[in-house]
């Protein structure tokens, strides 16, 4: 089973698939400034949650793509719902091969999902040239939260520390405007909230046969997060602005 179809199972009650809270999207969405008519592109949109929270509070519209047809299924049955279908548009596409109209857009955003271009780098580099001028990038990445990370952990996970992901941002024409970072609890949810779906999906598949890998992929994941993830990985979302 590969890791995208995991997700499907693992996130079955979450909206938001990542360790952050409505509340904290919305004081980006403020800060940012948005406001009825702009416009958004989310790339790895997920169920277009963080859509959906901007359009009902400050009146967007906009463009979500993901990769995954499960997700923009539920992504569009929502939009469909709040009877939005003609103001967000879901793509099923790869972020990275999506053409879009150059500055076409107030916030171009990705949200955990930098891996689409690989790293935050070619995240800036991938969405750029989206942004209409005074436009942000919108940009959620995990981050060391300590140069100390023990050997074995270190080996199987390289993420920046969050001086490099500024020095980054930098380099690339850019200033950092505004972070929110996750809370422990935060983190507690997201994990958490993984396991509940696949634990449930366990409970009614007893004859799945792939279900032996998806209770490893379970355990590896509770024991990743107890033994290293809860105490070196840090998670924030950085607004960027081009430099002045
Ligand atoms: C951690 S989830 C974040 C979802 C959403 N941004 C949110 O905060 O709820 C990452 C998302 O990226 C999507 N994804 C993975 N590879 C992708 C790609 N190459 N292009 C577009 N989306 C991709 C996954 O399907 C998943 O929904």
Request: aromatic share 12%.
């Given at each position: 089973?590969?890791?995208?179809?995991?997700k499907?199972?693992?996130e079955?009650?979450?909206?938001l698939?990542?360790?952050?809270s409505?509340?904290?999207?919305?004081?980006i969405?403020?800060?940012?400034?948005?406001?009825?008519?702009?416009r958004?592109?989310?790339?790895?949109?997920?169920?277009?949650?963080?859509l959906?929270?901007?359009?009902?509070?400050?009146?967007i519209?906009?463009v979500?793509?993901?990769?995954r047809?499960?997700?923009?299924e539920?992504?569009?049955?929502k939009?469909?719902?709040?009877?939005?279908?003609?103001?967000?548009?879901i793509?099923q596409?790869r972020?990275?091969?999506?053409v879009?109209a150059?500055?076409?857009?107030d916030?171009?955003?990705?949200?955990?999902a930098?891996f689409?271009w690989g790293d935050?780098r070619?995240?800036?580099?991938?969405?750029?040239e989206?942004?209409r001028?005074?436009?942000s990038l919108?940009?959620?990445?995990v981050?060391?939260?300590t140069?100390?990370?023990?050997?074995?952990?270190?080996?199987?996970?390289q993420f920046p520390?969050?001086?490099?992901?500024?020095?980054?941002?930098?380099?690339?024409g850019?200033?950092?405007?505004?972070?929110?970072?996750?809370?422990?609890?935060e983190w507690?949810?997201y994990?958490?909230g993984?396991w509940r779906g696949?634990l449930?999906?366990?409970?009614?598949?007893?004859?799945?046969?792939?279900?032996?890998?998806?209770h490893?992929?379970?355990?590896e994941?509770?024991d990743e997060?107890t033994?290293?993830g809860?105490?070196?990985?840090?998670?924030?979302?950085?607004?960027?602005?081009?430099?002045p």
């Amino acid at each position: 089973m590969n890791f995208l179809d995991l997700k499907d199972i693992s996130e079955r009650y979450m909206e938001l698939v990542n360790p952050i809270s409505a509340e904290k999207l919305l004081r980006i969405g403020q800060v940012m400034g948005l406001r009825p008519g702009q416009r958004v592109i989310d790339f790895g949109c997920g169920y277009g949650e963080m859509l959906r929270l901007w359009g009902d509070t400050y009146g967007i519209n906009g463009v979500g793509i993901d990769v995954r047809a499960a997700a923009c299924e539920r992504a569009r049955h929502k939009f469909a719902r709040m009877g939005w279908q003609d103001r967000f548009e879901i793509v099923q596409s790869r972020g990275e091969e999506y053409v879009y109209a150059p500055a076409s857009f107030d916030v171009a955003a990705c949200i955990g999902a930098t891996f689409i271009w690989g790293d935050f780098r070619g995240t800036i580099r991938g969405m750029r040239e989206a942004i209409r001028p005074g436009g942000s990038l919108t940009i959620g990445e995990v981050y060391w939260r300590t140069a100390l990370i023990p050997p074995a952990y270190a080996r199987s996970e390289q993420f920046p520390t969050e001086p490099e992901l500024f020095a980054v941002a930098r380099q690339e024409g850019f200033e950092v405007g505004f972070v929110v970072r996750s809370s422990q609890d935060e983190w507690d949810n997201y994990e958490a909230g993984n396991w509940r779906g696949l634990l449930d999906w366990l409970a009614e598949n007893p004859e799945h046969p792939e279900r032996e890998e998806v209770h490893r992929h379970l355990r590896e994941s509770q024991d990743e997060y107890t033994r290293y993830g809860r105490e070196y990985v840090g998670w924030a979302i950085y607004v960027l602005r081009k430099q002045p």
